[in-house]
């Protein structure tokens, strides 16, 4: 009686942690369609701490290439930002918005296509977890700027140099061989999705579009993950290894995410919202060039024959103003009196 009662008790266990095995993969398979390695093959501590230190290593691709682009290009270090010269925080708040709108639709088709709103839970301890997601905030965006600093910064301006698609698709296959062969399918979306990225990047002329697509996709996969004790679980697939599913899911939220970013920089080319600065056109200032996805920005010219730096710039767009009396220049008011 008693041996049937435990034998009883000792399946539902089972049970119960068979559950929890399949929605902690399901979360990994989540996780390596947004680009997420949960683990190198050699541990140094636990796989958790494994995950934050290689977040950490990551990110001081930042400094690397911010250091190089100064020190070795002899260039400022701040043409790696954007054509402005530095890091455009509003227009970066609105790439970010519509990237992390563009990642809860991309993850909740993961869920539905490969587990359940239902079997959707925290499995590990709710303070535990919120702890985590404290350090994640902090430590996957810079994962994913470093890599986008040294991808489609870095290389895509170097490689662009010679010419503008050896700018993009050097630097997109350089990301994606960051990640690994993988499958045939996992490969090519990745390779697709970052040459997506790399043509806005040269679009809107600064890394602010890639940085919040980035950062944006791989908190909520990281967040996921943890969520269901993925994080605590060594494993060393990527985004490459992600079947055609998930990958085919991805790659419709490139480019939706793509479409919202042009759609904004067709709104503001019309009317100004409050976060684009309103800068007023000088003498001195260069003919403005047709916006174009040709070159990436900050290369001082491609070898064929294109201008590197792209007039594209969001966060400081000429807008037309009426001319009140106090814009009249004083040597004009001096007239109007005589």
Not at 52 to 74: C, H, Y
Not at 242 to 256: E, H, K, R
Not at 296 to 308: I, L, N, Y
Not at 311 to 319: K, N, Q, Y
């Amino acid at each position: 009686m008693v041996d049937a009662a435990g034998c009883s008790g000792g399946g539902g266990v089972g049970r119960r942690r068979d559950g929890v095995r399949a929605r902690r993969d399901r979360a990994l398979l989540a996780a390596h369609a947004f680009g997420l390695d949960s683990a190198d093959s050699e541990s140094i501590g636990t796989p958790l701490l494994d995950n934050m230190l290689g977040l950490a290593a990551l990110a001081l691709l930042i400094p690397v290439t911010l250091g190089v682009a100064r020190v070795v290009q002899r260039r400022p270090a701040g043409t790696l930002h954007s054509v402005a010269g530095r890091f455009r925080w509003p227009w970066f708040a609105v790439c970010l918005g519509l990237a992390f709108v563009t990642a809860f639709l991309v993850m909740a088709a993961l869920v539905l296509l490969y587990d359940g709103a239902a079997d959707v839970r925290v499995t590990i301890d709710p303070w535990r977890l919120i702890g985590i997601v404290v350090v994640l905030a902090v430590l996957v965006p810079l994962q994913a700027a470093g890599e986008e600093y040294a991808t489609r910064g870095f290389l895509l301006q170097t490689f662009g140099a010679y010419h503008r698609w050896v700018g993009i698709l050097g630097s997109a296959l350089a990301f994606t061989l960051m990640h690994g062969i993988g499958t045939w399918s996992g490969f090519l979306a990745l390779f697709v999705g970052a040459t997506i990225w790399a043509l806005l990047v040269i679009r809107t002329g600064g890394l602010e579009v890639s940085i919040a697509a980035h950062a944006a996709m791989n908190l909520l996969a990281f967040i996921a993950t943890a969520a269901s004790g993925g994080l605590d679980v060594a494993d060393d697939t990527t985004a490459a290894d992600a079947p055609i599913g998930a990958t085919l899911i991805m790659l419709g939220g490139d480019i939706t995410y793509a479409a919202g970013v042009l759609l904004v920089l067709r709104l503001v080319s019309h009317r100004r919202p409050r976060w684009a600065r309103r800068t007023a056109p000088s003498a001195s200032s260069p003919t403005p060039v047709t916006p174009s996805f040709a070159t990436p920005p900050a290369s001082p010219r491609t070898r064929d024959g294109f201008q590197g730096t792209l007039p594209v710039d969001p966060d400081g767009l000429e807008w037309p103003a009426r001319r009140r009396p106090t814009d009249v220049e004083p040597d004009q008011r001096k007239r109007g009196r005589n």
